[in-house]
């Protein structure tokens, strides 16, 4: 695999440990979460670098084409997934962690 798909393989692994985390987290009728909260920041973590990885990627291939977003627009979109995505792992992390 060349390093400049990368940022595909991370939006889609990103999303779907969103989807683990996101469900993890609920609540059931006793209070307790369907995951450990020891798990759920670990694969929260994982997910935060996995899409960190794929942004500095990305936008080290896209410094490369001189920022030219028409040329690959579905890269670009990835790109700038990534990054919500890393937004809200970031933002999950924090609501996750207890005070």
């Known amino acids: 695999m060349k390093t400049v ?3 595909y393989l991370a939006l889609a692994l990103g999303l779907f440990l969103l989807l683990i985390v996101t ?3 609920e609540l059931d009728v ?3 979460t369907a995951l450990p909260l020891l798990t759920l920041l670990i694969v929260n973590e994982c997910a935060f ?3 960190a990885a794929g942004i500095f990627i990305g936008l080290k291939q896209l410094k ?3 920022f030219n977003l028409t040329q690959n627009p579905l890269y670009t ?5 990534c990054i ?4 809200q792992f970031t933002l999950l992390g924090i609501n996750l962690w207890p005070l």
């Open 84 to 87: 919500l995505l890393a937004i």
């Open 23 to 25: 469900k993890g987290s």
């Open 77 to 81: 979109m990835t790109v700038t997934l």
């Open 30 to 32: 006793n209070g307790v």
């Open 5 to 7: 798909n990368f940022p």
């Open 64 to 66: 490369t084409t001189g």
């Open 49 to 51: 670098i996995l899409t």
